[in-house]
């Protein structure tokens, strides 16, 4: 099994910059792919952004393309969300997730079986 645990998030004005992180423990070694998700209020939830845990390949939603920076520190199995130039629409709460024993075929949510608890991000206008 693994566990993921998120951090970081909370609040900044538009066109700011905030940063998550998210540490796996467990069976990370089970891991093909991690990425990272949000549900705004009302909202359905939404891939953002994805890395192969292998070989660092990346894929972005394309309402976050040039904004948002996927990447990962593999010695210490986590990975990071950089989020600059922030927009109110980026609202939502963020939640990490993991791709185990399986090859995600996209950045949608049911090809991820491993979730984190969510972290809030709020931008301001």
């Known amino acids: 099994q693994v566990q993921l645990v998120e951090s970081g998030g909370g609040s900044a004005p538009a066109g700011g910059s905030l940063s998550l992180s998210c540490a796996a423990s467990?069976?990370?070694?089970?891991?093909?792919?991690m990425a990272w998700f949000r549900q705004g209020s009302g909202k359905e939830r939404e891939g953002v952004a994805s890395?192969?845990?292998?070989?660092?390949?990346?894929l972005y939603a394309d309402s976050v393309k040039g904004r948002f920076t996927i990447s990962q520190d593999n010695g210490k199995n986590t990975v990071y969300l950089q989020m600059n130039s922030l927009k109110p629409e980026d609202t939502a709460s963020y939640y990490c997730a993991a791709a185990v024993d399986r090859v995600p075929r996209g950045l949608e949510s049911p090809e991820y079986n491993s979730w984190g608890q969510g972290t809030q991000v709020t931008v301001s206008s």
């Open positions: 467990g069976d990370t070694y089970k891991i093909i792919s």
């Open positions: 890395i192969d845990t292998a070989r660092g390949g990346t």
